[in-house]
């Protein structure tokens, strides 16, 4: 269970950074069955079975936002450099034309 956990928090994460909030719903689907797959293969209680659902699902939501927060992050991060980089060029410009 630990390992479904994980994986799904690692995986949620790409999706952040990679794709829009409309992707979650497949994927959540699919954890779904996964789990309930999961759960019919090792003859494990339906609340077992469930519980491994609902954590599967709440981890890959978690992940998704970490992943649009560092996505958001490294885009503002670019973003700064870019700026101070054209701010810097903008200033050696005035500088030579003196």
Known sequence: MLLNVILS??????????????ILAPVILLA????????????APLS????????????LQVGY???????????????SRMHENSRANSLQRRRTAY
């Open 48 to 59: 077992v079975t469930i519980l491994m659902a609902a954590a599967g699902i709440s981890c």
């Open 9 to 22: 928090l690692l995986f949620g994460m790409v999706l952040g950074q990679r794709y829009s909030v409309l």
């Open 32 to 43: 779904l069955v996964i789990a309930i797959g999961g759960g019919l293969a090792r003859t």
């Open 65 to 79: 936002v970490f992943g649009l927060g560092i996505r958001h992050l490294t885009a503002a991060t670019r973003s």
